[in-house]
Structures are given as structure tokens and as C-alpha cells.
């Protein structure tokens, strides 16, 4: 089953955002407090040197000067007149940081003490305090079967807050998270280059995956794309613990699996190994980096390694 949650007090605990509010604040300001705990100097100086400086926006197009690079020539500019044009760029003054976060049912899938949705929540907080450091802007985008909630990237302590709070609090939304449309969403609203993080558990992509590549791709050849993988434990090792009732997040559909049975087990490991390589395929083939989080453990620690991947010579 793609979609799933153990029928167990572990997971009715973890199930999802409904709540009160002062739950809700509760859990954000938990988020907020864990996070901003980890935003050290080291931190901060790593995603400066993975992202900061590393774009560059069209400043304007000029005619020719003697020294200048050939290949900025503006060749359509160009033919049209009797000298040569050439494009002029310059670094980027600041970042703008968008989450595209999935907020389908899979999301709110918990098998310990977290769902799926609030590690999303802790990556988010931990990027837009550090971004915050940087005086960066941070935005938002929740998507299901349709792109939902958009909020513009902004500077500031209150846009961060906001961001934590508004995918904590989003509810869960029906039908499979349909990529192609969020991102074909954002190639139209997103008019200055900016850093996009895609943060879903793509469970399904191998049903669709033809559909979004392409769209995943162009974005990506005008922003610099980051597909953020989140996971839980349950869905990659199934635990030797007898029969397990599991119940389909989509349908509602009930069905009884024997982890006892090794055969099971191997069959859901092969089954998890085989999602993560269509994947990694999928992510290869539109040149998309991509982060791996758990459920369980620390956020910060995928980040840190990201990071340094990401260094200036030390990228893909």
C-alpha cells in the first residue's frame, strides 16, 4: 500500500495536525525553539558557502567593449543593429527561499514520536533561521492534488514563524500531491530566481513520475531546485511485531499484513528500495539535487551534509 498508518496508539498520537489551538502553538513553538537551537555560526557559514553567490541575475544588455566575453554577446540583439550587444549579469544581493510542501494524506503518517509533516516543518524552520541570518526571504507553497496555500517569499522573523506554523496547521488534503501542477504553478509566479525546495515522501512517483519530470526540469533550469525526500522508518523496514493492521490513508482501505513472515518483510523492503531508485532516477534525469530526511533523528545532520556537498568544486 502506498499509503498507510498503523492502527495503533503511536499513531493516533502522531496522526496529523487537527488539535486545539493551543496545540498547535504548542507544537510550533517546539519546532521553533528545537531549531533555532541548532542555527551555530558553522551553520550558518556553510549554507553561505553552498548558496550565497552562487546566482546571478540579467542586469541589462549594452553594446560591446573591448575586454568583455564573447559569450555574453546578446546574438539577437545583435543581428538586429550594427554592432555587437552583450548581456550583463550581477551576483545576487540575497537569496529568496520557497517551500513547496506536500500536504497529502501520506504526510501525516508517524510510526514513533513525529509524522512525516513535522520533520517538513522542522527542515523549514531550520533553512528560515539560517536564511534569516543571511537576511534572506522565505516563502511558502502547499500543494495536494492542487497548489494550496502560497505565501510570497519576505524577510523577517515573522515570515519564518509564519511558515512553520502554516504547515503544521494546513489540514491534510485529499488525493495524491500532483507535482506537475505545483510546479508548473511556480514556473508561472516565480519571476525572480530563487532557491526551491520540493518536500514531499513521493510515495507513488512511479505511477506518475513521466508527468512531472519535465516541468521538474524546466524549473529547475531557471531556479536552483532541491528535492527534500522525508521518510519514516515503518515504511522502509517493516518491524517484526505480528500482525499489523494497516489502514490506507486515500481509501480508508483496511488489509492485515504478517511481519512475522521474513518473505513480508523482504518483499516490503524490496518494494521500499525499488520507490527510492525510481526516484533517484527521476531526480537524476531533470538534474535535481536532492536531501534525504527521517521521521526519527535529526534534521540538521542530512542538512549539514547537503551543505558540504554543495561547496563551490564540490558540486555534481
Avoid at 532557491?195 to 533550469?221: N, Q
Avoid at 534525469?285 to 545532520?301: F, M, N
Wanted: hydrophobic share 40%; aromatic share 6%; glycine share 6%.
Amino acid at each position: 500500500m502506498a499509503w498507510f498508518q498503523r492502527t495503533s496508539k503511536a499513531s493516533e498520537s502522531a496522526g496529523g495536525p487537527q488539535g486545539t489551538g493551543s496545540e498547535l502553538r504548542a507544537r510550533v513553538r517546539k519546532i521553533q525553539i528545537r531549531t533555532h537551537m541548532l542555527v551555530d555560526d558553522a551553520l550558518a557559514g556553510a549554507y553561505k558557502s553552498a548558496f550565497r553567490g552562487s546566482g546571478v541575475e540579467f542586469e541589462e544588455v549594452r553594446p560591446y567593449q573591448p575586454g568583455d566575453d564573447v559569450r555574453t554577446i546578446d546574438w539577437n540583439r545583435t543581428a538586429k543593429h550594427s554592432e555587437a550587444f552583450v548581456k550583463t549579469y550581477v551576483e545576487e544581493r540575497e537569496l529568496s527561499l520557497l517551500f513547496l510542501v506536500d500536504t497529502s494524506r501520506s504526510m501525516d503518517f508517524g510510526s514513533r514520536e513525529a509524522t512525516k509533516r513535522e520533520a517538513a516543518a522542522e527542515f523549514c524552520a531550520l533553512l528560515s533561521y539560517v536564511a534569516l541570518r543571511q537576511q534572506d526571504q522565505v516563502g511558502l507553497c502547499l500543494f495536494g492534488a492542487q497548489p494550496g496555500l502560497h505565501l510570497s517569499p519576505r524577510k523577517g522573523g515573522s515570515a519564518v514563524a509564519r511558515v512553520v506554523r502554516e504547515v503544521i496547521a494546513a489540514g491534510p488534503t485529499a488525493g495524491a500531491a500532483d507535482y506537475a501542477k505545483v510546479l508548473e504553478h511556480q514556473q508561472r509566479v516565480l519571476h525572480r530566481r530563487a532557491l526551491v525546495f520540493l518536500i514531499s515522501d513521493f510515495l507513488g512517483v512511479e505511477s506518475d513520475s513521466a508527468a512531472w519530470v519535465e516541468p521538474l526540469a524546466r524549473l529547475g533550469r531557471r531556479h536552483d531546485v532541491v528535492a527534500v525526500r522525508v521518510s519514516d522508518p515503518f515504511e522502509e523496514e517493516l518491524p517484526r511485531a505480528g500482525l499489523v493492521r494497516l489502514t490506507d490513508l486515500e481509501s480508508g482501505e483496511l488489509c492485515e499484513v504478517d511481519s512475522r513472515s521474513e518473505a513480508v518483510r523482504a518483499a516490503w523492503r524490496q518494494r521500499a528500495a525499488k520507490r527510492k531508485a525510481h526516484l533517484d532516477a527521476v531526480l537524476l534525469r531533470a538534474r535535481v539535487e536532492q536531501i534525504q530526511l527521517s521521521s526519527v533523528g535529526s534534521v540538521a545532520d542530512p542538512v549539514v551534509k547537503f551543505f558540504k556537498r554543495r561547496r563551490p568544486g564540490r558540486r555534481r
